[in-house]
């Protein structure tokens, strides 16, 4: 790899200090490091993974920040086909796999080849009413579909692939992958899936029954939710948010209809520690 770009979360590196180490070190070693020119603690509207800034011809994008950072990363670089690198400024994360500490190690590793690049399954979201389309939008963890406004559990009929699968009352419902298995699914008590696996995985938010539990599907299928209505018959409001980031408004009758997307992220993986590991360290910390 020659030529990096760094994407910066100005809340973890506000002084860029790490962010402009990372670009000193490659440049000692003779590639080419682009950062933003913009300050982004300077504007708290900036939106520090915009693609526009990337040029087409960089070899890599190392995400200072957390996984968050790496989510959004992932989906406003949708279809660039470069791979990402997290560094984790925060506690051990699922996606950012480099800590502070171990940073020149990983760049020294970027550069003599010694890495491998993982293809992360994404899914593709259609948000409509009566037809028309709402939003559109991709997602690398997941597409939640759930309550806004008052306490109240809202009505959902889930399909697969046409066919009914039933009716649920719930805060809400999680679509992931399994890339999203260790994020908001997991919180609910969702199975923890190995990211290379390829499946869609629907969970339950608070759901209103005993006999809950999370389903997981091939790769191939359609989900569809539909907001039926509020568990006391008011037009209850729901929500859909792709990754925690771009979200619509729902209304009774809306639906939400998920699948796998053409679009892969691919992830650089430049150490040894494996998922399995990973999960170690979480399960003991």
């Known amino acids: 790899m020659e030529k990096f770009f760094v994407i ?4 973890k590196d506000p002084e860029l200090t790490v962010t402009r180490g990372i670009k000193e070190y490659l440049e000692e070693k003779g590639k080419t490091c682009l950062i933003p020119e913009k300050n982004p603690a300077a504007d708290a509207g900036y939106r520090y993974t915009d693609a526009r800034l990337i040029p087409g011809d960089v070899d890599c994008v190392l995400v200072v920040g957390g996984d968050g950072t790496l989510l959004q990363a992932s989906r406003d670089l949708r279809g660039r086909d470069i791979p990402l690198l997290g560094i984790n400024m925060g506690t051990l994360g699922y996606l950012a796999e480099i800590d502070r500490g171990g940073i020149r190690t990983a760049l020294d590793r ?10 992360r399954m994404m899914l593709s979201g259609c948000c409509e009413r009566k037809g028309r389309v709402l939003l559109e939008d991709v997602a690398l963890n997941d597409i939640v579909i759930g309550r806004c406004g008052r306490l109240r559990v809202v009505d959902f009929d889930i399909y697969v692939n046409g066919e009914f699968l039933n009716a649920c009352s719930a805060d809400g419902i999680i679509i992931s992958t399994a890339t999203g298995s260790t994020g908001y699914s997991l919180s609910v008590g969702g199975p923890i899936v190995s990211p290379e696996a390829s499946l869609i995985l629907i969970s339950y938010i608070a759901p209103h029954t005993l006999n809950s539990r999370s389903i997981v599907l091939p790769a191939d299928a359609r989900v569809t939710v539909k907001v039926a209505g509020g568990h006391t018959g008011a037009e209850e409001g729901a929500e859909a948010s792709f990754d925690g980031d771009t979200s619509v408004r729902l209304a009774l009758g809306d ?4 699948s796998r997307s053409e679009l892969v992220t ?20």
């Open 8 to 11: 910066t979360n100005a809340q």
């Open 110 to 119: 970027l550069i003599g080849g010694n890495y491998t690049v993982e293809s």
């Open 255 to 258: 639906t939400v209809t998920v």
């Open 266 to 285: 691919k992830m650089v993986k430049t150490n040894n520690v494996s998922f399995l590991e990973v999960l170690r360290r979480k399960m003991s910390s």
